[in-house]
């Protein structure tokens, strides 16, 4: 089933416009409590995480990075880089995403990735708002920082999501499986916002494993996933769809390690979609950096309402009430 079909079905269910909000808001968190407690075992074995934490649960900080308690990194300040410069513009445009990844990238972040780190700098040298296209580059950078791109064009056709998907990652990663892979976590996101069970969500998975058969989840545990979006992919899934609840599945995905925070990252915004911001643990909410805290959940709710789905539905409601 499409999210469309999706969303056709849920308007007759008076689907609340405040569980939306929740969900939105839940995907946001969900994406930076992610990032932060992954952050502190990132480039660890699960054995080494084991042997230092024996199951690591709490937002701490350290980790390579040495980050402090309730930092996030680079996949929580692109989200926010990206969703600022759609709502500045009012469109996903190109040009507007690289001025305020440039940006970024000028206050010295605390990380970046190396594939980021040459596309905004070619865009500095030539204005390019496209790299190359690269068959053996599938990272996964542009996947971590795709949440905005979800809330802001739900309820918009399927193929004009994928199109504002290629925009944004393009500008760094330019490669068909990372677009693929990409394209179903947004997709996922959309289905859990609307209102999609787990069920759902594995259709979806299911179906990116049917067109791009390297992102089957089926088989060997995904244990130190690196940078490539299919192992990263194939982590997620497999913590997604073995658990019942936001920190168990969160839990379960940093603590086999790897490039733990971006599977956690992953993994909050679909989880966090999927059980709405009741589901998260206090304990990270109260630890997660106040200021970045209130820009999650503040673009949560301003990308949403700008959304076709949201947008729509606030000019039927005009519509009936000029009508009544
Ligand atoms: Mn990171
Ligand atoms: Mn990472």
């Given at each position: 089933m499409l999210v469309s079909d999706l969303s056709a079905e849920l308007i007759g269910t008076e689907a609340k416009a405040n569980d939306l909000y929740d969900r939105a808001a839940g995907a946001y968190l969900g994406l930076a409590v992610g990032d932060a407690l992954g952050a502190t075992v990132e480039f660890m074995t699960p054995r080494e995480i084991r042997e230092l934490y024996g199951e690591h649960r709490n937002l701490i900080g350290g980790g390579w990075l040495g980050l402090r308690k309730g930092r996030v990194t680079d996949d929580t300040e692109m989200s926010l880089a990206l969703g600022s410069s759609i709502l500045a513009v009012g469109r996903?445009?190109?040009?507007?995403?690289?001025?305020?990844?440039?940006?970024?990238?000028r206050a010295k972040p605390v990380d970046i990735g190396h594939t980021v780190r040459r596309g905004i700098g070619l865009y500095r040298r030539s204005g390019t708002l496209e790299v190359p296209e690269n068959e053996y580059d599938a990272g996964n950078g542009a996947c971590m920082r795709s949440l905005p791109i979800a809330l802001f064009t739900l309820g918009s056709p399927p193929q004009a999501v994928a199109e504002a998907s290629r925009i944004q990652a393009h500008l760094t990663h330019h490669n068909r499986l990372a677009d693929a892979g990409t394209f179903t976590v947004?997709?996922?996101?959309?289905?859990?916002?609307?209102?999609?069970?787990?069920?759902?969500?594995?259709?979806?998975?299911?179906?990116?494993?049917?067109?791009?058969?390297?992102?089957?989840?089926d088989r060997r545990r995904m244990e130190n996933p690196g940078g490539y979006l299919v192992e990263t992919l194939r982590a997620v899934f497999q913590a997604l769809f073995a658990t019942e609840g936001f920190e168990t599945a969160l839990v379960d995905v940093v603590n086999r390690g790897g490039d733990a925070?971006?599977?956690?990252?992953?993994?909050?915004?679909?989880?966090?979609?999927?059980?709405?911001?009741?589901?998260?643990?206090?304990?990270?909410?109260?630890?997660?950096?106040?200021?970045?805290?209130?820009?999650?959940?503040?673009?949560?709710?301003?990308?949403?309402?700008?959304?076709?789905?949201?947008?729509?539905?606030?000019?039927?409601?005009?519509?009936?009430?000029a009508v009544g």
């Open positions: 996903v445009d190109a040009r507007a995403i690289a001025e305020s990844f440039s940006d970024w990238m947004i997709q996922m996101v959309q289905a859990a916002l609307l209102g999609g069970g787990k069920a759902h969500l594995r259709m979806q998975a299911e179906a990116l494993v049917a067109a791009e058969e390297p992102y089957r989840f925070d971006t599977t956690g990252a992953i993994l909050g915004m679909i989880a966090g979609a999927l059980y709405g911001t009741g589901a998260i643990p206090r304990r990270w909410l109260n630890a997660l950096d106040k200021t970045t805290a209130r820009a999650c959940t503040r673009q949560a709710v301003a990308l949403l309402k700008a959304s076709p789905h949201c947008a729509g539905a606030a000019s039927v409601a005009r519509r009936s009430a």
